[in-house]
């Protein structure tokens, strides 16, 4: 059984940062690629970064160069160290897990393991 919990989540002023985490609790972390997708209302849930079973990371166009993932598999935990935040970056961010690439590196979220999410509050 997968839980996924993230973190660190808040409240930040445009060009600032945050450092999200997921915990992943279950088998083997590297058997799953994971990754951070995000939602506001009324919008699809968008993939940001991904990490593939390889450990080969994976950014949507939009936080190239801003934002960088990365995985811990001793201590189990996924982070997103988000920086030069933008209004839009506001959204739901939610944690997510599968060992088919296509559900989570593809950006598609077909993922069988989501986080509850954590909010991030860009304001001007």
């Known amino acids: 059984h997968v839980q996924l919990v993230e973190s660190g989540g808040g409240s930040v002023q445009a060009g600032g940062s945050l450092r999200l985490s997921c915990h992943y609790y279950?088998?083997?972390?590297?058997?799953?690629?994971i990754g951070w997708f995000r939602q506001v209302p009324g919008k699809e849930r968008e993939g940001v970064a991904a990490?593939?079973?390889?450990?080969?990371?994976t950014y949507t166009y939009s936080v190239k160069d801003r934002f960088t993932i990365s995985k811990d598999n001793v201590k189990n935990t996924l982070y997103l160290q988000m920086t030069s935040l933008k209004l839009e970056d506001s959204a739901m961010y939610y944690c997510?897990?599968?060992?088919?690439?296509?559900?989570?590196?593809?950006?598609?979220?077909?993922?069988?393991?989501w986080g509850q999410g954590t909010q991030v509050t860009v304001s001007s």
């Open positions: 997510a897990a599968d060992p088919r690439e296509l559900a989570v590196v593809a950006g598609t979220p077909l993922a069988d393991h």
């Open positions: 279950g088998p083997a972390l590297v058997a799953n690629c």
């Open positions: 990490i593939d079973t390889a450990g080969m990371p």
